[in-house]
């Protein structure tokens, strides 16, 4: 289906519709000769902002891992991307409406070693995303896509990384609390990779915790030893990444993932398509 050449596909012609986002974004799933694509268009100004920072992103960034546009139609109204559909299951579905998690408590509750090897296709597409120039935005559990028949992970709607380093114009940057650094909440502070540093050091202690309803009432979700299905060594690389000061984290992705690494056996600690 030759998109950059005919108009958008309609919203009418989907077979599925996610119209409840709050990221001023409209996207619908279509098929076309035997094969299914994910459109995704704006509807407010600020989605359309979105929008054309994830055309920057995917012009600086190629990894298996993160699902990038085939093509991109430009309009009046901005750039429409369209996404080849990929199976899986999004582990935050995150709506205007509220949040679903039951994906991510399914996901928690995989044997480790699977686990560890979705941890390591999150933290090697990042290093792309480090070697790009960028920094992340709005990562949080509502960006990993996993297929569990398949058992793989991917990475989607990355439309708020941007380059980096950068000073925060604004009082804060999108995103979820369970994952920000706190400079992503000060204006004035710099944003740069030891901030991604501090996403990927939450992300990783959220998808190796433990499922809510598996821990002991008085398990404090975000530093609990009783709640984390890791080593002890993969939990010491998460406090260093996760620390308050950037200066205390990780200078970089590549130390981070090196660190990792050396605590995690991931299959020789490679990424394996």
């Given amino acids: 289906m030759a998109f950059g050449r005919m108009p958008v596909p309609p919203v009418e012609s989907a077979f599925v519709v996610f119209d409840a986002q709050d990221s001023g974004c409209l996207s619908y799933g279509v098929e076309e000769a035997g094969r299914r694509w994910l459109v995704k268009t704006a509807t407010t100004v600020e989605g359309r902002a ?14 298996p891992a993160i699902v990038r546009p085939t093509w991109t139609i430009h309009g ?15 582990l935050n579905h995150a709506t205007a409406h509220g949040t679903d998690r039951s994906a991510l408590t399914r996901f928690q509750r995989l044997p480790v070693p699977q686990v560890e ?9 990042h290093l792309a995303v480090s070697a790009a120039g960028l920094v992340a ?15 793989r992970m991917r990475l989607i709607d990355l ?10 114009a ?13 400079e992503e909440f000060t204006r004035g502070a710099i944003i740069d990779e030891r901030t991604t540093v501090h996403n990927l050091g939450r992300a990783l ?15 404090d ?30 200078p970089g992705v590549s130390a981070l993932v090196r660190a990792w690494r050396l605590a995690t056996p991931v299959e020789g600690g490679a990424f394996v398509i």
């Fill in 76 to 90: 009046t109204a901005g750039p429409t991307l369209v996404y080849p559909w990929c199976d899986g299951t999004v």
């Fill in 137 to 151: 935005v709005d990562l949080y559990d509502g960006c990993f896509l996993y297929d569990f028949a398949a058992n």
């Fill in 205 to 219: 202690h959220h998808l190796l915790d433990s499922p809510a309803d598996l821990r002991f009432p008085q398990d």
């Fill in 221 to 250: 979700r975000r530093s609990s030893p009783q709640a984390w299905r890791g080593s002890s060594d993969q939990r010491r690389v998460v406090e260093r990444a996760t620390r308050q000061p950037p200066d205390a984290r990780y």
């Fill in 117 to 125: 090897v979705a941890l390591d296709a999150i933290l090697d597409a």
């Fill in 50 to 63: 979105s929008l054309d920072r994830a055309v920057a992103v995917h012009a600086a960034v190629s990894h």
């Fill in 159 to 168: 439309d708020e990384y941007r380059r980096g380093p950068f000073v925060l």
């Fill in 170 to 182: 604004a009082d804060r940057l999108p995103g979820s609390r369970r994952y920000m650094a706190p």
